[in-house]
């Protein structure tokens, strides 16, 4: 069963940057589709970035020219660089399958306020 550990979520001035990290186990991680979501107070969970297996990358309009996903597969980690944050960056923030089809981890607080 594949297991999910989001990390380096954090507070955050407006214009600053974070990275975060997905520790994904399983031994077939090089082949996975991945993704990261988010979750803002009281609103569904969006897909903001994927990365193929290959590392093909498409991004969420809101988010395109300022977050970058990558992945290691030695590592069996996916990343978000998030860069130039706004306010409405604030949610909490979730890896898994491009498709959604993992169980959900615990997923990584970001707040963007000054």
């Known amino acids: 069963q594949v297991q999910l550990v989001e990390s380096g979520g954090d507070l955050v001035q407006p214009g600053g940057s974070l990275r975060l990290s997905c520790a994904v186990s399983?031994?077939?991680?090089?082949?996975?589709?991945m993704g990261w979501y988010r979750q803002a107070p009281g609103k569904q969970r969006d897909l903001v970035a994927t990365?193929?297996?290959?590392?093909?990358?498409d991004y969420a309009d809101s988010v395109k020219g300022r977050f970058t996903i990558s992945r290691d597969n030695a590592k069996k980690t996916v990343y978000l660089q998030m860069d130039s944050l706004k306010p409405e960056d604030t949610a909490v923030y979730y890896c898994?399958?491009?498709?959604?089809?993992?169980?959900w981890g615990r997923g990584t607080q970001v707040t963007v306020s000054s």
């Open positions: 399983g031994s077939i991680f090089s082949i996975y589709h």
């Open positions: 898994n399958h491009k498709n959604g089809v993992f169980a």
């Open positions: 990365i193929t297996a290959g590392g093909s990358t």
